[in-house]
């Protein structure tokens, strides 16, 4: 079997398209525009092209874009000034403080500086208990564009077998929690967990989030099971040049899984949609209107 492979970009574009629909209709009945302020600190290379890509998902989509980019030695106090001021702004809907920040920054401080209603990366306590909860909540950008991604190849993921390889705060919790969320059967895998390869076997739907090349190899896929790719790891490539791989072995997994994402051009793209959405969904919310109809 060759898998299908799950074109993240054109999803993630179809995506933006809706949610451009939905800002102008915003914009036309409702007089508001919605603006994500995102603030960079530092001039880590990395940082520089997710933001420089953010603010442009946000402006094609016709919204606001405010970009703070903040030198390096930044203290504490001037980047919560900041925040505050942001979070008094009522033009700024969505504000998303890019990690990591510079190490004399404590980011747990700045990321709970932040109002949970404006919180576009959902990584504010508030927000991460509201998802644990089922109740509505900002919900991180990444995990929300992986189970978007995995609806596409399956309607409904009630009673699946999901696993997830690492249990970070930004990636592998809250998609467990989204998961859990569809009703699907969770299992949260990590580096201590043993026989991985065996636990990965019994996934209908595995997602990788741990920031190892390749490390995930086709022997630990299921026959026919949907692979969601979260690495983009760069390493060296033909030429002295490098290339991104995910962290799941491609060429292996795609000669046995039903589905699979690439990588680049799978999970990365949606989640850059799903920051624009959750600046429309802050929005709506500051509004008092409803849940904009799109995923
Ligand atoms: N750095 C790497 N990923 C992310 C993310 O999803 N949000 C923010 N704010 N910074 C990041």
Same mark, same amino acid.
């Given at each position: ?77 001037? @980047? ?57 909540? @900002? ?157």
């Amino acid at each position: 079997m060759t898998a299908t492979i799950i074109d993240g970009k054109t999803i993630g574009q179809n995506l933006r398209a809706r949610i451009a629909e939905e800002t102008a209709a915003l914009s036309q009945q409702h007089g508001i525009v919605p603006g994500l302020a995102v603030v960079l600190v530092g001039t880590d290379p990395a940082s520089e092209v997710y933001v420089r890509t953010k603010s442009k998902a946000v402006t094609d989509a016709g919204m606001r874009s405010f970009d703070h980019k903040l030198p390096k030695e930044t203290s504490q106090a001037e @980047l919560l000034a900041l925040v505050q001021k942001l979070n008094a702004d009522p033009t700024v809907h969505g504000i998303l403080v890019q990690l990591p920040l510079p190490s004399q920054i404590d980011s747990s401080v700045i990321l709970n500086a932040i109002d949970p209603g404006k919180d576009v990366d959902g990584f504010h306590p508030m927000n991460a208990g509201r998802l644990a909860t089922g109740l509505p909540a @900002l919900v991180p950008c990444t995990p929300f564009g992986c189970v978007l991604l995995a609806k596409t190849v399956h309607t409904s993921l009630a009673g699946m077998d999901a696993v997830v390889i690492g249990r970070s705060n930004i990636v592998g919790k809250p998609l467990a929690q989204l998961l859990l969320g569809e009703n699907a059967t969770v299992t949260v895998a990590h580096s201590k967990t043993r026989n991985l390869p065996e636990v990965c076997r019994r996934a209908d739907l595995l997602f990788a989030a741990v920031g190892r090349p390749e490390m995930v190899r086709g022997d630990w896929i299921r026959p026919g099971a949907t692979v969601i790719d979260v690495g983009i790891n760069r390493v060296p490539g033909e030429g002295g040049k490098t290339r991104l791989v995910g962290d799941v072995a491609f060429e292996e997994a795609r000669a046995v899984a039903g589905a699979i994402t690439p990588v680049p051009g799978g999970v990365g793209p949606m989640t850059i949609a799903c920051v624009i959405l959750n600046t429309l969904r802050a929005a709506c919310a500051r509004a008092g209107l409803p849940e904009p109809k799109i995923s």
